[in-house]
């Protein structure tokens, strides 16, 4: 069974600050990593890709993926109360299947 | 990315009926997939619809409990039948961008709930 594991959270951090999500993954032949943030009431939104091991920076966020170690982070820097989301991470396992993680419940407080 | 919108998006329902779930997509697109979220849960994928073959179901889900049509490469249905209050969830449509190893985007959801 391939997995993808999340701490549920809540992870609570201050406005200003950085939020460190982390996720693993069980099926090593996975090429592709996803990031989706989903605000209560709200559908999935793709905020982040990431195909090669190493870090990808795209403004406030920068995914960081480990392939040897199985492990995908992402950063949010200068963290906003408007960031307040679940963030779900999802990795390609070939083909056309996705597994999502159970998600982390981010709470940016002001 | 492809827009895409689902109707309705909400919906409360009787026990033992049905509704089917639409699904549009401004573009066309090979593969479809439908999802189920229940409350405080992650994403469960119910089945991957292909246009012009049978839709491929996961585990857990039939095809007499959740019939899903593919008709052209821009439109899908997903049916819930014969409704239960366990089938009270949202149901969530996806498109995957071209190209291996693509992400997939989300079509707004169908919050639904049965009495």
């Known amino acids: 069974q391939k997995e993808v594991e999340q701490n549920s959270g809540p992870l609570s951090v201050p406005e200003g600050a950085i939020a460190s999500l982390n996720c693993t993954y069980s099926?090593?032949?996975?090429?592709?990593f996803f990031w989706y943030r989903q605000y209560s009431g709200k559908s999935p939104e793709l905020i982040m890709s990431i195909y090669s091991n190493g870090d990808k920076e795209d403004g406030r966020f920068t995914a960081q993926l480990n392939k040897a170690s199985q492990y995908v982070s992402l950063l949010i820097r200068d963290s906003q109360p408007s960031d307040s989301a679940t963030y779900l991470c999802?990795?390609?396992?070939?083909?056309?299947?996705?597994?999502f993680g159970a998600g982390t419940r981010l709470f940016v407080k002001a | 990315s492809a827009v895409i919108s689902q109707k309705p998006s909400r919906d409360i329902c009787q026990r033992g009926t049905s509704l089917t779930i639409q699904c549009q997509v401004d573009?066309?697109?090979?593969?479809m997939f439908w999802y189920r979220q229940q409350p405080g849960q992650s994403l469960t994928l119910i089945a991957t619809a292909n246009q012009g073959s049978e839709a491929t179901y996961e585990s857990g889900f039939v095809i007499d409990k959740f019939p899903i049509s593919r008709p052209n490469l821009t439109f899908s249905t997903l049916t819930v039948s014969n409704m239960s209050p366990e089938d009270s969830s949202i149901y969530l449509c996806?498109?995957?961008?071209?190209?291996?190893?693509?992400?997939?985007?989300f079509g707004d959801g169908t919050r639904l709930s049965i009495l």
């Open positions: 999802a990795v390609g396992t070939g083909g056309f299947k996705t597994i």
């Open positions: 996806s498109v995957e961008d071209e190209g291996v190893g693509q992400p997939q985007h």
């Open positions: 099926d090593r032949g996975s090429q592709s």
């Open positions: 573009s066309q697109v090979t593969m």
